[in-house]
């Protein structure tokens, strides 16, 4: 059965740190992995990564794939208490659904 | 607003009683997901359409539920005989499906809360 599992499954840290979030899986017929940001209500999506070793970047926030150790992790420097939210992994494989992990709970004390 | 759409936003209902969400995805997407969500947990898959046609229904899924997607436009999840394990945030995501990398879409949620 597919699987996604991030860790840590909560963080607590204050503003200017910088975290790295951790996302494993287990899937057959990968496609993709996405990263979505949770706050209140809906996921909103951050990044999706398909090939290994490719960073994508967005302000202070990066993610890489390696998709050999099936794993990939999510990058937040300098964090601001606005990163606070719940971080989710999620697997696509093809001709699938989505898969998602439970989620990194991040809070980011000022 | 062109971004995925659901209804309603909340929802209160006795047990046993039947509900049903609607959910209006991206206009040009061609496949919708519904996913449950109780709190601290990731999203759980439900079912996912393409186009009109229902590709998958996670096991977990009971026969108290049935999704449609009549014209391949909006969906709706009906819930019957609700149970007060039912009460979660049901979402709502779309993407297009093609050859390349797909990226899905979520709604803002139907919160259900079964007293």
Known sequence: ?110 | DTGVSQDPRHKITKRGQNVTFRCDPISEHNRLYWYRQTLGQGPEFLTYFQNEAQLEKSRLLSDRFSAERPKGSFSTLEIQRTEQGDSAMYLCASSFFHSRETEAFFGQGTRLTVV
């Open chain 1, 1 to 110: 059965e597919d699987k996604v599992v991030q860790s840590p499954l909560s963080l607590v840290v204050h503003e200017g740190d910088t975290v790295t979030l951790n996302c494993s899986y287990e899937v057959t017929n990968f496609r993709s992995l996405l990263w979505y940001k949770q706050e209140k209500k809906a996921p909103t999506f951050l990044f999706m990564l398909t090939s290994s070793g490719i960073e994508k970047k967005s302000g202070r926030l990066s993610s890489i794939l390696d998709k050999k150790e099936l794993f990939s992790i999510l990058n937040i420097t300098a964090t601001q208490t606005g990163d606070s939210a719940v971080y989710l992994c999620a697997v696509e494989a093809y001709g699938q659904n989505f898969v998602f992990g439970p989620g990194t709970r991040l809070s980011v004390l000022p």
